[in-house]
């Protein structure tokens, strides 16, 4: 039983479209990473959520929007898809427990997606 | 605010050989340390950790690291390489007295075994 799933795990798509990837934990961990690792595998926080609150929000252009239904679910929708937004996109999880806490994370297997 | 460096974004050794990655830290308060290993088409997955209890740490497959204020090192070491070792190895640090997860990466190395 996976515990950080993503899908899906390829995306090919057009410049202009927009797509979303979505990612369930079933770790029971209250919050929920996404990182973006470019091809040189250069890894970037983008967005955390704990208990579905929106908690690290980085640079980001605001094309990219995240949503977390629940604490369990964390998806990433991307407007206006460009060259440079291909790249492999992980979810991740950790048990926030205040402080100190444990910067244990789990990650997904990653999200492929090619803009051509 | 935390950074992180590590030498060598390539390290080759031969099967059998000591492997040793480097990592450096940047960091105003004390830090939390970590090491993750990234084999091809996976997602990270952790190797050990260091959380301000003894200096040296040991984590699976037979890694160790060692934490070095005086030097703000966290090197990570294996006696003896193993084919299955090859792949992408991250060093992190994340801020202890920030209030939530932010767990910064340095630029990773890639770690090859020669036959």
């Known amino acids: 039983d996976t515990a950080v799933s993503q899908t899906p795990k390829y995306l090919v798509t057009q410049m202009g479209n927009d797509k979303s990837i979505k990612c369930e934990q079933n770790?029971?961990?209250?919050?929920m990473y996404w990182y973006k690792q470019d091809s040189k595998k250069f890894l970037k926080i983008m967005f955390s959520?704990?208990?579905?609150?929106?908690?690290i929000n980085e640079t980001v252009p605001n094309r990219f929007s995240p949503k977390s239904p629940d604490k369990a679910h964390l998806n990433l929708h991307i407007n206006s898809l460009e060259l440079g937004d291909s790249a492999v996109y992980f979810c991740?999880?950790?048990?926030?427990?205040?402080?100190?806490?444990?910067?244990?994370?789990?990650f997904g297997e990653g999200s492929r997606l090619t803009v051509l | 605010a935390q950074s992180v460096t590590q030498l060598g974004s390539h390290v080759s050794v031969s099967e059998g050989a000591l492997v040793l990655l480097r990592c450096n830290y940047s960091s105003s308060v004390p830090p939390y340390l970590f090491w993750y290993v990234q084999y091809p088409n996976q997602g990270l997955q952790l190797l050990l950790k260091?959380?301000?209890?003894?200096?040296l740490v040991k984590g699976i497959n037979g890694f160790e690291a060692e934490f070095k204020k005086s030097e703000t090192s966290f090197h990570l070491t294996k006696p003896s390489a193993h084919m299955s070792d090859a792949a992408e190895y991250f060093c992190a640090v994340i801020n202890m007295k920030t209030s939530y997860d932010k767990v910064i990466f340095g630029p990773g190395t890639s770690l090859s075994v020669i036959p």
């Open positions: 991740a999880s950790s048990q926030f427990s205040g402080a100190p806490n444990t910067g244990e994370l789990f």
């Open positions: 260091y959380t301000s209890a003894a200096t």
């Open positions: 959520y704990n208990n579905k609150e929106l908690i």
């Open positions: 770790l029971g961990h209250d919050t």
